[in-house]
C-alpha cells in the first residue's frame, strides 16, 4: 500500500475511532458508570487501609471493602453494556436532563413529607411517582413497586433489624 493511501487509512480510522469515543463521551450511563468505577476503586483503596477482620468478626474494613468491590464490577458492567449498544434514536417525551430534574425535585418533595407522612408512606409515594411518570409504566405496576418497597423496608428494618423508620402524623 502506498504511503499516502496507508496515511489516508489512519486517519478515517482516527476519524471514526473519535466519532466512537465522542459518543461515549456523551453517553450519561458511560460516563456515570466511569464515575462509579473512579469511586469504587478509590474505596477498595481506602478500605484496605483498615482492618479487615478482627479478633471478634469482620472489622472497619470488610464492607467498605466488598462495598467498593461491588461497586467497581457493576459499574464496569454498565460502562461494556453502554459501549456495545447502538446509539439510541431520538425520543419523545422527557430528555434526561429533563427527568433527572423531575427525579431530585420528586425528591426534595418526598424529604419535606418525610414528618408529616412517615418514611413508608413518603417512600412510596416517591416510587410511585418515578415509576408510573418518568418510566411511564402502568398504574398498577408503579402501585406495586411502590407497595413492594414499603414492604421491603417495613421488613428489612423494622422486623429483622429492629430499627424504627422514621413515623409519620399516622403512626408509620
Known amino acids: 500500500m502506498p504511503p499516502a493511501a496507508a496515511a489516508g487509512s489512519r486517519r478515517s480510522d482516527f476519524a471514526s475511532g473519535s466519532k466512537e469515543e465522542m459518543r461515549l463521551l456523551r453517553n450519561g450511563e458511560f460516563v456515570s458508570g ?8 478509590f474505596i477498595i483503596m481506602e478500605a484496605r487501609e483498615w482492618e479487615y477482620l478482627g479478633p471478634d468478626g469482620p472489622g ?3 464492607f ?7 461497586m467497581l464490577v457493576l459499574s464496569v458492567m454498565l460502562m461494556v453494556i453502554h459501549a456495545r449498544q447502538a446509539p439510541a434514536p431520538a425520543s419523545r417525551g422527557m430528555t434526561g436532563t429533563g427527568r433527572a430534574f423531575a427525579t431530585w425535585a420528586a425528591l426534595v418533595v418526598c424529604v419535606a413529607l418525610l414528618k408529616v407522612l ?7 409515594l416517591l416510587a410511585l411517582f418515578i415509576v408510573r411518570f418518568l418510566y411511564r409504566q ?3 405496576k408503579a402501585l406495586a413497586v411502590a407497595v413492594g ?4 423496608f417495613y421488613l428489612l428494618f423494622d422486623v429483622a433489624l429492629n430499627v424504627a423508620l422514621p413515623a409519620g402524623m399516622l403512626g408509620f
Not at 466511569?34 to 476503586?41: D, H, I, M, Q, S
Not at 467498605?64 to 461491588?70: A, D, Q, R, V
Not at 418497597?149 to 421491603?152: I, K, M, Q, R, S
Open 60 to 62: 472497619p474494613g470488610f
Open 149 to 152: 418497597g414499603a414492604v421491603g
Open 138 to 140: 402502568p398504574f398498577g
Open 34 to 41: 466511569a464515575v462509579l468505577a473512579a469511586l469504587g476503586v
Open 64 to 70: 467498605p471493602l466488598w462495598y467498593g468491590i461491588g
Open 118 to 124: 412517615g418514611f413508608i408512606v413518603a417512600f412510596s
